[in-house]
C-alpha cells in the first residue's frame, strides 16, 4: 500500500486495473473508490466494460495490471473463493443459479453445512428461513428455481450473498428483468441492507435509477473512467453525457409517417412459452404500411412468443394473424417470407447469422431458394457473390470481403449484414426486435436511420424493443405489452415516458385515464 | 396358445429365471451407475463399453498372474478407471468432443484387449482359465425351497451392485459432493461462482463411472466365468447406457430399468429351453432385439419422459 | 495456386496428418515394448498392403465400402449429426438389395442392377431416417437411437439368414442374388478380383461434393448444422433437413452394404456389417468430412487393415490397427492438444 494514502475509509478501492481481451481493451487504468455503507453507482453503456470490471472484483477473471484493496488492505483475489472469503457476492446479470434445484440446495452450495456425512438439509433451511426474516426477503426455500419467477430467482441471488455473510454486494443491472414495481421491492430491500451497514456496488445503464437510489457515481466509456461524481450533485443529462461522450440524441430526424393500407392485423392471439403457460394472452394489434409501431415493455413480457408466433417458430393456440389479408397462422416461416415479412431478430448470433457461413452465405439466408440465387438445384455461386459484392457497398460493411466469415464481424458489422439482407428481398412488413443491443453510438444510429428510411420507402414496421428510449425516437404509435396484453397505445407526441412505463408495470390507459 | 400360457407359466414359477434376472443384471447395474456418475457431473460416457471390456480384460489378467481373483478384480478396476481418466481429461481439460472421444475409447479398449489377448496368452479369441471371485455359499438356506435356488449360491458382485446403488443414491442426493455434481451437471457457471471446482467434481463423477463399469465388466470374466473372451461385453455398455437413460439419470432408475433388461434376457434364455414351444433357434433374435426397441420407444418419448442434466456433454471453459 | 495450397494446407488437414503421425509413432513404441523391431513390422504391414497385384487388389475392395461408410458419417457431421449406426444401416442395406437381387432374374442387367442399388440405399435410408425422424420430432439423441437401432439390424439379419432367408448350408448366409444384378469384374488375380464397384464409390465422392458445395440442398444442410436456429429463422426447415440429412447418409452406408453383396459376395453373407460403421466414424474425422479429404483416409484406413495379416505374421497381433484407429479419433477429438503443441512451438521460436 501507499505510505501516503489511507484507504480504510473504502470498502473498496481498485487502483489502475487494466484488462485486455483479444482485439479489445476492457478496462484501461481504471480506478474506483467505494465508501463503507454507500449505495454506489457504476454507469456506463453496453461493453463500456463495468462487468468486465466487477469481475475481477469476484475473481472470475483475474486483471492484466493494477491493485485491489479491500477494507484498506491489499487484497488477492484469484478467484471467487477468495471473493468470498473478503465478504464480496455478486448478484450477476444472468442468474447463477441451478434451475433444477430448490431455494436451498441453491443458496448453501459450495458452503453446504453438514452432519457426519451428510448434507443438513433441515439447518440449511433454517438458516435460509432466519436470513430471509431479516433481511424481509420472503421466498419458499423448497420450491424449484425453474418454478419461480424471475423477481423471485432474483431474491435468492440476493439471500445467496449474504448467507456467504458479503459486506459488500454487487448488483450487475439487477433491474433490466424486473417490472417498475419489483424494481421498487428491489431498491426497498438495497435500502434496508443498507441501513444494516451493508456496502452495495449498483451497475446500470438507468440513469434515473442511479438518481433514485445511489450516494456517489463512476461513469464509464470504453474501458476508461470519463467521470466520478456525488448523486446530489449531478444530474441524468450530466450523466448521459459522461457515458455517451456527446449530447444524447435523444430523436432521430424524422419526418411524419404517411401510413397506408393496414397489412399486418393480429386478432386475440394467444400464445404459450415453452413450459406450457400462456405468455401472449388475447392480444390485438394491427401495422400499416408506411409507420412504426412500437413495443414498449419490459423484457420476459411475451414478446419473444409475439415474435416467434408472428414469424412462424412458433405454434398459435388461437386467435388469427391477417398479413395482406391473408390468414398466415398456420403459415411455416418459409411461406411467410415469401409473402414478403421480413424480420430483425434479438439475439443476432443465435438467429441472425450463421458464424461459420461467409457473409455471401448469410446474405442469401432465407433466400437462398430463390430463382435469382439457386436453379432448384444447384446455387448460383457467381451470382450471389456479386450480390453480396453489391449489398457489402451500399451497407458500408467493413471489412468488405465477402468470404469472410460471419464470426470475424464486429457486433455492428454483423447486424448491418442481417439489416442489408432482410432490406434486400424487398418486404412490405418487418419485424424488429431489438434492433441495437450490445451496439455502438454508430452503429445504433446507422440501424435508426435505416429503419426510418424503411418506412418511408413504404415498409410496415413492428418494433420490438426494452428500450424505451428506443421506441419513443422511432414509433409513430406505441403499444404497451404487459403480460401478454396490450395495456395501451399512444403516440410519442402526446404521452410521457411516465405514462408508458405504468403501462409497462400493468396499468391499464384507460384506467390512467380514469384516475386523471 | 395353450402351449405358450404353460411355457410363460413354467418361466415364471421356475426359481432359476429370478436368478439369472440377477446374473444377468449385475453388470448392467453397475455400468449404469457409472453413466449416473459420470452425467450427472455433465460429462457424456459413452465409453462404458470399452471401460467394461478393460474391467473384464485386467480381471482375467491379473487373476492369470497372481492366481488371486481379487487381484484381478483390482487390476480391472485399475484399467476401467485409467480408461475413464483419460476420457475425463480430454473431456474436461481440452473441451473434446466427449462423443468421439468415447468411441474412440471402445476401439482403444477393443485394440488394446485383443492385442495383449494374443501378447499373453498366445491365441486370439479367448484366454486360458482363471480362477474367479469364489460364490457366496449361504449354506443350509440353499435348501429352502424357491428362494434358496435364487440367493443360496450368488455372486459377491451381485450384493456389490445393488450396494453400489445405494450408495450412489446416497452420495448423490444426500451428500454435499452430491449437491456439487448435481449443480456442475446442470449449471456449472453458477457453480464456479460459488467457489465450488468444476472441474475436480467432473473428474470425480468421471473417475467414479470408470470404477463402477469396470466391475461390471469384470464380473462378466472372473465373476463366474473364469475367462476372457474377444469382445465379450457384446453391447452391454450400450445397454447399460440406455438403461441409465430410460431410469432418468437416477441410481435406483438405472437399476429399475437393468433389472428390465436383465430380466428380458433371461427370459428370452428361460423360453428357449421350454420344450413345449419347440421354437426354432432363430426365434431367440427376435426376443433378443426387445431391449433395445424399448429403449427407442422411451427415449422417442412415446412412453414415459426421462431429461438429461441441462450440461450434459457440454465442456465447461473458463473465459 | 494459391487456393490449391490454402485447401492443402490448411489447420485441419495439419491436425489429421500429425494424429496420424502420432498414433503410428504410439503403435512403434509399443512395439519396442514388447521387442518387435517396428520398422520390419511397418514393412511387412506396407507389403501387406501394396505388395503384390492380389494385395493392391485386395486393398482397393476394402477401400470401396470404406469411403462410402466414411461418407455417410461425414455427411452426418456436416449437419450437426453423429451417425454411430452406419453399422446397422449397412446391414439393412444389404439385406434389402440381397432380396431385390433373388427377385430380378428375368430382368436384363440395366434394370437390375439399378433396382438392386435403389433398394439398397433405400433400406440404409429408411433406417437412418427412424433416427432422423426421432431426433427432430422427438428429440431423442441420434447417438443412443443409431446404436439402439444397430443392434435391432443385426438381430434382425441373424433372424432372416437363419429363417425365412436362408440358404442352405455353413455360414449363415442368403441366397445367391440372379446373375444379372451382379457387377462384373474388371480383373481377377487368385482368388481375389477387382469388381467395378470401386467406380460405385468414386461416384459417390463426386456427386456427395457436388451436393455439399454446390446446391441448395447442401446449403440448408450445412447451415443446420452450424446453426439450427439461424437456420430455421431464414425459413429452412430443421426437421425436414435433419431427416434428410440422416436419410442420405444412411443411403451411402446402405450402398455399402449394396457394394457387398451385387460386387463381393453375390448373397448377403455372414455378418457382412463388420466394423464398417466405426471405420466410418475414423475416416470421416480424418477426412475432416471433406469428401475428398473421405477418400484419401478411407484408402489410408483400408491399407493399414489390409496390411495387418502381413504385420501379425511379423509377430505383431492385428489388433493393433484397432489401437492406432483409436489413437487418431482421440487425439482429433482433442484437438486442442495438438493445437496447444503448435503455439507452444511458435512461442519457442519467437524466444529464439
Redesign the interface.
Known amino acids: 500500500m501507499d505510505k501516503n494514502v489511507d484507504y480504510s475509509k473504502y470498502a473498496v478501492v481498485m487502483k489502475g486495473i487494466t484488462k485486455r481481451f483479444p482485439g479489445v481493451l476492457a478496462n484501461d487504468r481504471v480506478d474506483l473508490f467505494v465508501k463503507k455503507g454507500e449505495i454506489h453507482a457504476i454507469v456506463g453503456e453496453n461493453g463500456a466494460g463495468k462487468t468486465t470490471l466487477m469481475s475481477q472484483l469476484y475473481g472470475l477473471i483475474k486483471p492484466d495490471d493494477g491493485k485491489i484493496y479491500i477494507n484498506g488492505v491489499e487484497a488477492q483475489i484469484n478467484d471467487p473463493n477468495d471473493a468470498i472469503s473478503a465478504k464480496i457476492g455478486m448478484v450477476h446479470q444472468h442468474f447463477m443459479l441451478v434451475d433444477r434445484l430448490s431455494v436451498v440446495e441453491n443458496i448453501v452450495l459450495g458452503q453446504e453445512p453438514v452432519r457426519g456425512p451428510f448434507f443438513a438439509l433441515n439447518r440449511a433451511r433454517k438458516e435460509i428461513k432466519d436470513l430471509s426474516k431479516k433481511f424481509g426477503l420472503i421466498v419458499d426455500p423448497d420450491s424449484i428455481i425453474e418454478d419461480m419467477p424471475v423477481g423471485m430467482q432474483q431474491r435468492v441471488e440476493i439471500i445467496k450473498v449474504l448467507y456467504r455473510g458479503a459486506e459488500i454486494l454487487v448488483l450487475d443491472e439487477p433491474t433490466a428483468v424486473l417490472t417498475p414495481q419489483e424494481t421498487n421491492e428491489l431498491f426497498e430491500v438495497l435500502k434496508s441492507l443498507k441501513s444494516q451497514g451493508k456496502t452495495i456496488i449498483f451497475i446500470t445503464h438507468k440513469l434515473n435509477e442511479v438518481m433514485a437510489i445511489t450516494e456517489s457515481v463512476t461513469v464509464m466509456r470504453l474501458g476508461k473512467v470519463t467521470g466520478v461524481v456525488k448523486t446530489s450533485q449531478t444530474s441524468s443529462k450530466e450523466l448521459a453525457n459522461m457515458m455517451v461522450g456527446r449530447e444524447v440524441l435523444l430523436t432521430v430526424e424524422k419526418n411524419s409517417a404517411h401510413p397506408g393500407d393496414e397489412i399486418l392485423q393480429v386478432k386475440d392471439l394467444v400464445v404459450k412459452e415453452n413450459r406450457g403457460i400462456e405468455a401472449v394472452r388475447g392480444l390485438s394489434l394491427n401495422v400499416r404500411s408506411g409507420e412504426i409501431v412500437g413495443i414498449a415493455g419490459v423484457a420476459g413480457n411475451g414478446q419473444t412468443e409475439l415474435t416467434e408466433a408472428m414469424t412462424g417458430l412458433r405454434k398459435v393456440e388461437s386467435g388469427k394473424i391477417i398479413f395482406k389479408g391473408q390468414d398466415i397462422t398456420g403459415f411455416s416461416p418459409k411461406k411467410r417470407r415469401e409473402m414478403g415479412m421480413g424480420h430483425i431478430p434479438e439475439d443476432r448470433l443465435k438467429h441472425g447469422l450463421i458464424k461459420t457461413f461467409p457473409i455471401y452465405y448469410n446474405f442469401i439466408l432465407g433466400e437462398h431458394d430463390d430463382p435469382k440465387f439457386s436453379d432448384g438445384v444447384f446455387l448460383k455461386i457467381e451470382d450471389i457473390r456479386k450480390f453480396s459484392e453489391n449489398l457489402v457497398k451500399r451497407f458500408d460493411v467493413r471489412p468488405p470481403k465477402i468470404d469472410l466469415l460471419g464470426m470475424n464481424l464486429s457486433g455492428g458489422n454483423q447486424q448491418k449484414v442481417i439489416v442489408a439482407r432482410e432490406i434486400a428481398f424487398d418486404p412490405a412488413l418487418m419485424i424488429v426486435s431489438q434492433p441495437t443491443r450490445g451496439l455502438d453510438v454508430g452503429a445504433i444510429e446507422f440501424i435508426h436511420k435505416t429503419l426510418i428510411s424503411m418506412r418511408d420507402k413504404g415498409i410496415g414496421i413492428l418494433l420490438i424493443s426494452m428500450e424505451l428510449e428506443e421506441i419513443f425516437s422511432l414509433s409513430d404509435r406505441i403499444l404497451t405489452i404487459y403480460e401478454g396484453q396490450i395495456m395501451g397505445e399512444v403516440r410519442p407526441e402526446n404521452t410521457t415516458t411516465e405514462e408508458v412505463g405504468l403501462m409497462m408495470a400493468g396499468h391499464r390507459l384507460e384506467d390512467l385515464h380514469q384516475e386523471a | 396358445m395353450n402351449e405358450w400360457i404353460q411355457a410363460i407359466i413354467n418361466v415364471f414359477t421356475n426359481p432359476t429365471f429370478y436368478k439369472s434376472t440377477l446374473t444377468q443384471s449385475t453388470p448392467l447395474i453397475l455400468a449404469a451407475l457409472g453413466g449416473v456418475f459420470s452425467e450427472t457431473t455433465g460429462v457424456v460416457n459413452i465409453a462404458l463399453e470399452g471401460i467394461m471390456l478393460m474391467g473384464a480384460f485386467g480381471g482375467v489378467m491379473g487373476s492369470y498372474f497372481t492366481g488371486n481373483p481379487w487381484y484381478g478384480l483390482a487390476l480391472g478396476t485399475f484399467f476401467g478407471v485409467a480408461m475413464a481418466a483419460l476420457h475425463a481429461w480430454a473431456s474436461i481439460k481440452y473441451g473434446a468432443d466427449q462423443i468421439i472421444s468415447g468411441t474412440a475409447l471402445i476401439l482403444l479398449a477393443q485394440g488394446i484387449t485383443g492385442f495383449a489377448l494374443v501378447e499373453l496368452f498366445g491365441q486370439p479369441g479367448s484366454t486360458d482359465l482363471v480362477r474367479s471371485i469364489p460364490l457366496v455359499d449361504l449354506g443350509s438356506f440353499k435348501q429352502v425351497p424357491f428362494v434358496g435356488v435364487i440367493f443360496g449360491n450368488l455372486s459377491p458382485f451381485v450384493y456389490i451392485a445393488f450396494a453400489s446403488v445405494a450408495f450412489g443414491w446416497i452420495l448423490i442426493y444426500k451428500t454435499k459432493l452430491g449437491l456439487r455434481m448435481r449443480s456442475v451437471g446442470n449449471n456449472p457457471e453458477a457453480a464456479d461462482t460459488l467457489g465450488v471446482n468444476v472441474y475436480n467434481v467432473r473428474y470425480f463423477g468421471v473417475i467414479m463411472s470408470g470404477f463402477f463399469a469396470a466391475l461390471g465388466g469384470a464380473y462378466l470374466s472372473i465373476g463366474e466365468l473364469g475367462q476372457f473372451t474377444t469382445n465379450m461385453t457384446n453391447g452391454r455398455g450400450f445397454i447399460a447406457l440406455a438403461a441409465m437413460i430410460i431410469g432418468n439419470w437416477n441410481p435406483v432408475g438405472a437399476m429399475s430399468a437393468s433389472l428390465l433388461f436383465g430380466g428380458a434376457t433371461a427370459f428370452n434364455n428361460q423360453l428357449q429351453s421350454q420344450s413345449v414351444l419347440n421354437l426354432s433357434t432363430n426365434t431367440q433374435y427376435i426376443f433378443g432385439m426387445i431391449p433395445y426397441i424399448i429403449t427407442l420407444i422411451v427415449v422417442g418419448g412415446l412412453i414415459g419422459k426421462s431429461r438429461a442434466p441441462s450440461a450434459d456433454g457440454v465442456p465447461y471453459i473458463k473465459e | 495456386m494459391k487456393d490449391w495450397k490454402k485447401y492443402i494446407l490448411n489447420e485441419k488437414v495439419i491436425i489429421s496428418l500429425i494424429s496420424v503421425l502420432i498414433s503410428l509413432v504410439v503403435a512403434a513404441v509399443?512395439m519396442l515394448i514388447?521387442g518387435k523391431n517396428p520398422l520390419v513390422a511397418y514393412a511387412a504391414l506396407f507389403y501387406g498392403a501394396f505388395g503384390t497385384k492380389e494385395a493392391i487388389i485386395d486393398n482397393l475392395m476394402k477401400t470401396s465400402p470404406l469411403i462410402l461408410t466414411g461418407l455417410a458419417v461425414g455427411f452426418g457431421f456436416r449437419a450437426g449429426l453423429?451417425n454411430?449406426g452406419a453399422n446397422g444401416q449397412v446391414i439393412i442395406g444389404a439385406l434389402l438389395a440381397a432380396y431385390m437381387g433373388t427377385m430380378v432374374a428375368s430382368y436384363p442387367f440395366y434394370l437390375s442392377i439399378p433396382l438392386v442399388m435403389i433398394a439398397g440405399m433405400v433400406g440404409g435410408a429408411l433406417w437412418a431416417a427412424?433416427a432422423g425422424w426421432?431426433k427432430a420430432y422427438?428429440?431423442?439423441?441420434e447417438?443412443?437411437?443409431t446404436?439402439?437401432?444397430n443392434?435391432?439390424a443385426t438381430?434382425?439379419a441373424?433372424?432372416v439368414v437363419?429363417?425365412p432367408f436362408q440358404a442352405p448350408g455353413g455360414v449363415p448366409k442368403s441366397p445367391a442374388i440372379a446373375y444379372s444384378a451382379q457387377f462384373p469384374n474388371i480383373m481377377s488375380v487368385g482368388a481375389t478380383s477387382l469388381s467395378t464397384i470401386i467406380f460405385v464409390s468414386l461416384a459417390a465422392i463426386v456427386v456427395i461434393y457436388v451436393i455439399i458445395q454446390?446446391?441448395?440442398?447442401g446449403?440448408?444442410v450445412?447451415?443446420v448444422g452450424?446453426?439450427p436456429?439461424?437456420?430455421?429463422?431464414?425459413?429452412?426447415?430443421i426437421g425436414k433437413n435433419v431427416v434428410l440429412a440422416m436419410a442420405i447418409s444412411g443411403a451411402l452406408a446402405g450402398l455399402a452394404g449394396t457394394t457387398q453383396v451385387v460386387g463381393v459376395y453375390g448373397r448377403y453373407f455372414g455378418a457382412l456389417g463388420g466394423s464398417m460403421g466405426?471405420d466410418g466414424?475414423?475416416i470421416a474425422?480424418i477426412g475432416q468430412n471433406d469428401p475428398i479429404g473421405i477418400g484419401l483416409a478411407a484408402f489410408l484406413i483400408s491399407s493399414i487393415r489390409t496390411g495387418s495379416n502381413q504385420m501379425q505374421i511379423a509377430g505383431v497381433?492385428k489388433?493393433?490397427?484397432?489401437?492406432?484407429?483409436?489413437?487418431?479419433?482421440?487425439l482429433?477429438?482433442?484437438n486442442?492438444?495438438i493445437k496447444t503443441l503448435k503455439v507452444r512451438k511458435r512461442k519457442e521460436v519467437v524466444e529464439v
Do not use: C, W
Not at chain 3, 138 to 141: D, I, P, Y
Open positions: 509399443v514388447i453423429f454411430i427412424i426421432l422427438r428429440g431423442a439423441h447417438v443412443i437411437t446404436i439402439m437401432l443392434y435391432v438381430f434382425i441373424n433372424y437363419n429363417g454446390k446446391t441448395t440442398i446449403y440448408e450445412k447451415a452450424f446453426n436456429y439461424a437456420a430455421e429463422y431464414g425459413g429452412i426447415s466405426f466414424i475414423t474425422l497381433p489388433d493393433m490397427v484397432t489401437i492406432i484407429q483409436g489413437i487418431i479419433i482421440f482429433v477429438a482433442t486442442r492438444i
